[in-house]
T-cell receptor, first 113, second 109 residues
Framework: EAGVTQFPSHSVIEKGQTVTLRCDPI?????LYWYRRVMGKEIKFLLH????????ESGMPNNRFLAERTGGTYSTLKVQPAELEDSGVYFC???????????FGEGSRLTVL | QKEVEQNSGPLSVPEGAIASLNCTYS??????FFWYRQYSGKSPELIMF????GDKEDGRFTAQLNKASQYVSLLIRDSQPSDSATYLC?????????FGAGTTVTVRA
């Protein structure tokens, strides 16, 4: 069974540019989460989808971040325009139920110059 | 006050010894507690979860929970070099995980 896959693994962009991160959850997992780890800090919750609906987006930093989950399958996280403080590793995770038993992807490392 | 705090480490133990990892949390309403292991550059991987006070054992791993003290720990017995990783404590107070900063463990052969 394929795990959670994320693309790209690493992205380097200039401040003000746009980046879109993609996550493919484990097949059949209705719950999809985005988390972020900035340098030296804890992994922080960004948002939670159940199928195609946003259940909780309380962790999204500001309106420069837009997450979508079309058809309840893969998800994208767009940062537009990117700022220096957006640099970090963005993790996607999925689960069958709403528990803390999550399956994580290997993350997308974003570097904003 | 941070939601989840872990002993800062790094923690170095000899092969075969017990590694002891500690974690405290601030939200008394928390009901579920998790330990994730993360190898460098890899995804966090769930290794233990515990919901009730007391001990829970799984192979060489034992999780301990004390809700009154708001404390959760992880013991790794007979530590192996393959246990060298960062261990993340996570708490699930409102159906979304709050993570500690992690404790890096190195097992010396």
């Amino acid at each position: 069974e394929a795990g959670v896959t994320q693309f790209p693994s690493h992205s380097v962009i200039e401040k003000g540019q746009t980046v879109t991160l993609r996550c493919d959850p484990i097949s059949g997992h209705d719950n999809l989460y985005w988390y972020r780890r900035v340098m030296g800090k804890e992994i922080k919750f960004l948002l939670h989808f159940v199928k195609e609906s946003k259940q909780d987006e309380s962790g999204m930093p500001n309106n420069r971040f837009l997450a979508e989950r079309t058809g309840g399958t893969y998800s994208t996280l767009k940062v537009q325009p990117a700022e220096l403080e957006d640099s970090g590793v963005y993790f996607c995770a999925s689960s069958q139920g709403v528990t803390g038993e999550l399956f994580f992807g290997e993350g997308s490392r974003l570097t904003v110059l | 006050q941070k939601e989840v705090e872990q002993n800062s480490g790094p923690l170095s133990v000899p092969e075969g010894a017990i590694a002891s990892l500690n974690c405290t949390y601030s939200d008394r309403g928390s009901q579920s507690f998790f330990w994730y292991r993360q190898y460098s550059g890899k995804s966090p991987e769930l290794i233990m979860f515990i919901y009730s006070n007391g001990d829970k054992e799984d192979g060489r791993f034992t999780a301990q929970l004390n809700k009154a003290s708001q404390y959760v720990s992880l013991l790794i017995r007979d530590s192996q070099p393959s246990d060298s990783a960062t261990y993340l404590c996570a708490v699930n107070p409102h159906y979304k995980l709050s993570f500690g900063a992690g404790t890096t463990v190195t097992v010396r052969a």
